[in-house]
């Protein structure tokens, strides 16, 4: 389980992650949203101890990072796809992180593997596309077979084949007990892989909550008509009360509306219905609603808001800090 309380970062005047406080708990992925600048990588890279907090804490079963012996056997993370020394093979990159956890060669093989890699795994990282990247750094997390796993937009550069991977990964890793925390900006996805969410703007919770309810909390529902009497159906709507928008295809729309008390009304008129379906929001909609005035940079404005903070230091990390985040020590620690 991963636990923050009253999690602060500041970075000068910058306030970039402001009194953070939630839980990720064991047997579920939970997903972590936040328009760009809202401070996740931030969150994470402290949750790894990248960041030092301002103030708060944050704990790891009960346990702050940096008290884990062999992290790697504790916790795996991928921050950073091309996080790997170019002129390293995957290989030796995935074995001397094994060496520094004290977990043995035959782990190598096994996630190179697990992720597909294992036909080019005496190849040099340099050479490697996005994809192959993301692939490389997820085994990298797997490697020390951890309770709690952390990943900050793992499809990135996967085709259609490769996202469903990933998708069954994380959802099986959970199904088997682990912590799995992921960052996406790819809602559809987020959708289709996240019990949980939670959404920060500017540094704050905004929710913490499962998926169904954030998306029925933050999104208007409607019914879709659609008939070959428009005329009749618009009438008996309007004497029962009800007030219908016209929708695609012909279709209309009744807000909130009551899908049997809908079905109903219609076979009570006599109304032919070739349409009679829920409408629900996507998660981007939900997504879109609820962080309306957390965004930091709009389009069409001149980039950032005039309110906005200067931008935080919210970036990817360079490759050797990310090695620490993958369970490396720095060497003046050791």
Do not use: C
Request: proline share 7%; charged share 25%; aromatic share 6%.
């Amino acid at each position: 389980m991963i636990e923050l309380h009253e999690l602060t970062k500041h970075y000068g005047d910058t306030l970039a992650v402001d009194r953070l406080s939630f839980r990720v708990p064991q047997g579920q992925v939970t997903g972590f949203l936040g328009p760009n600048g809202a401070g996740k990588s931030t969150t994470m890279r402290m949750i790894l101890g990248l960041d030092h907090p301002t103030a708060g804490r944050v704990t790891l079963d009960g346990r702050p990072y940096d008290r884990i012996d062999e992290p790697l056997r504790f916790i795996g993370a991928l921050l950073e796809a091309k996080a790997v020394h170019p002129g390293r093979t995957a290989y030796d990159h995935l074995l001397w992180l094994a060496q520094s956890n004290r977990l043995p060669r035959r782990r190598v093989d096994e996630v190179l593997e697990v992720v597909g890699l294992t036909p080019v795994a005496r190849k040099r990282a340099r050479g490697f596309s996005l994809g192959m990247g993301q692939r490389l750094g997820i085994a990298s997390a797997l490697l020390g077979d951890p309770e709690i796993l952390m990943f900050d937009e793992p499809v990135n550069g996967l085709d259609p084949e490769g996202i469903l991977w990933i998708r069954n990964l994380m959802k099986g890793l959970a199904a088997d007990g682990r912590t799995v925390f992921v960052s996406s900006h790819l809602m559809s996805e987020m959708a289709l892989t996240a019990d949980h969410l939670v959404v920060i703007g500017r540094g704050r919770l905004l929710a913490d909550l499962p998926m169904a309810d954030f998306i029925r909390q933050n999104s208007r529902s409607a019914v879709r008509l659609r008939t070959p009497q428009p005329e009749q159906l618009l009438a008996a709507l309007d004497g029962a009360g009800l007030r219908a928008a016209p929708g695609p295809d012909g279709s209309w729309e009744v807000e909130d509306g009551d899908l049997a008390a809908l079905g109903e009304l219609a076979a009570e008129h006599r109304i032919t219905l070739h349409e009679l379906s829920p409408q629900q929001a996507s998660l981007e909609e939900a997504f879109m609603q609820m962080t309306a005035d957390a965004v930091q940079y709009h389009a069409g404005d001149g980039g950032q808001r005039p309110d906005a903070p200067a931008p935080s230091p919210d970036a990817a990390p360079a490759w050797g800090a990310d090695w620490q985040a993958r369970g490396g020590r720095k060497q003046e620690e050791r």
